[in-house]
């Protein structure tokens, strides 16, 4: 089936670790994004890529990197310069609008 | 930047009632679109509705646009059980690859 898949679904990150989430998709969509959610807010965008090997920071990049050397992949590194990355992070691709979103993982810290 | 405004942010009714959900946007569009999310799930796209249109329907949805008063409604009708989630509008940033979403109307609905 085609679809987004984010793994793992539940994530702990200890005090200055750097953790990665990951974001599959099989859809053939050209552009991917990532997004936090807090609880009983809005998503707010982290950052977003086009196409292959280019990137973008959204609203909210500060703290966390991505990369997108497949049209398939986009992960998203949370870094220890993140102070409060407890949130539930989603994934979506699309050509435009709508966008398709995988199931998220939700981070906490230990 | 938060583009889509909801209202209510919470909305609690009967099964078998009507939901209404508005949302209120600040800059012109190209499209707007509604979407909805399970508790601790992603967001599943319902409908998108062009600012060229004024009224959509897809199954128990109707949805609305009116770009003079930069607005838009979601009526969920002969509500059930399942539909208990969070509803988002969202706005594209006039065409391009930008998704701008609002906080989103959170409904229960009462077997």
């Known amino acids: 089936d085609g679809g987004i898949t984010q793994s793992p679904k539940y994530l702990f990150r200890k005090e200055g670790q750097n953790v990665t989430l990951s974001c599959e998709q099989n859809l053939n969509h050209d552009a991917m994004y990532w997004y936090r959610q807090d609880p009983g807010q809005g998503l707010r965008l982290i950052y977003y890529?086009?196409?292959?090997?280019?990137?973008q920071k959204g609203d909210i990049a500060e703290g966390y990197s991505v990369s997108r050397e497949k049209k398939e992949s986009f992960p998203l590194t949370v870094t220890s310069a993140q102070k409060n990355p407890t949130a539930f992070y989603l994934c979506?691709?699309?050509?435009?609008?709508?966008?398709?979103f995988g199931d998220g993982t939700r981070l906490s810290i230990l | 930047s938060q583009q889509g405004e909801e209202d209510p942010q919470a909305l609690s009714i009967q099964e078998g009632e009507n939901a209404t959900m508005n949302c209120s946007y600040k800059?012109?569009?190209?499209?707007l679109q509604w979407y909805r999310q399970n508790s601790g799930r992603g967001l599943v796209h319902l409908i998108l509705i062009r600012s060229n249109e004024r009224e959509k329907h897809s199954g128990r949805l109707r949805v609305t646009l009116d770009t003079s008063k930069k607005s838009s409604s979601l009526l969920i009708t002969a509500s059930r059980a399942a539909d208990t989630a969070s509803y988002f509008c969202a706005t594209d940033e006039g065409g391009g690859f930008k998704t701008i979403f609002g906080a989103g109307t959170r409904l229960f609905v009462k077997a």
């Open positions: 800059t012109s569009i190209n499209n």
């Open positions: 979506a691709s699309g050509t435009g609008q709508p966008q398709h």
């Open positions: 890529s086009q196409i292959v090997n280019d990137f």
